[in-house]
T-cell receptor
């Protein structure tokens, strides 16, 4: 089935140790997004790609970077995770602004 | 002012009740509107898009009021399985960014 896949489902990383979360899609959607969601809060958009065009949200910390090597894959790199970065990270794809998202099942990041 | 605002609830309603949620948005140029459902510790899933003329899907009815800049979701004949958080999603102008409300928590009680 066409879908958005995030790996791993759960990730534990050490304070300050770089970590990469991955997302892949078989929907061939142009747009891929990374959201951060903390407990009882709305998902917060970090950045998105329209094809290869990268769009960073103004308040996304420099600690967060992203790569999209091809249409199918998108990565979230956290260079130096802090305790405050513990959250659910959601990848989503969309065909265009008029269509809703398809979300992956998320990666729950714990920082120890 | 937040892009999208929702009453967080919680809403606790008995089975069979009708319940309505509202969501306001700040950008009058927003074009696309959606309701998502999120179960505890799961990803959000699209419940329905919201069209200008209003739309219905079974027990769920969505409305858009552009003049007052809000959208609503009505759930009739609530089921236990409707218990979840309902997220309002609005796009920014015609761009590809979408913004979420904080969600409204619904618990349907037997």
């Amino acid at each position: 089935d066409a879908m958005v896949i995030q790996n791993p489902r759960y990730q534990v990383t050490q304070f300050g140790k770089p970590v990469t979360l991955s997302c892949s899609q078989t929907l061939n959607h142009n747009v891929m997004y990374w959201y951060q969601q903390k407990s009882s809060q709305a998902p917060k958009l970090l950045f998105h790609y329209y094809d290869k065009d990268f769009n960073n949200e103004a308040d996304t910390p420099d600690n967060f970077q992203s790569r999209r090597p091809n249409t199918s894959f998108c990565f979230l790199d956290i260079r130096s995770p802090g305790l405050g970065d513990a959250a659910m990270y959601l990848c989503a794809t969309s065909r265009s602004a008029n269509y809703g998202y398809t979300f992956g099942s998320g990666t729950r990041l714990t920082v120890v | 002012r937040k892009e999208v605002e929702q009453d967080p609830g919680p809403f606790n309603v008995p089975e069979g009740a009708t319940v309505a949620f509202n969501c306001t948005y700040s950008n009058s140029a927003s074009q696309s509107f959606f309701w998502y459902r999120q179960d505890c510790r799961k990803e959000p899933k699209l419940l329905m898009s919201v069209y200008s003329s209003g739309n219905e899907d079974g027990r769920f009815t969505a409305q858009l009021n552009r003049a007052s800049q809000y959208i609503s979701l009505l759930i009739r004949d609530s089921k236990l399985s409707d218990s979840a958080t309902y997220l309002c999603v609005v796009n920014r102008n015609t761009g590809n960014q979408f913004y979420f409300g904080t969600g409204t928590s619904l618990t349907v009680i037997p």
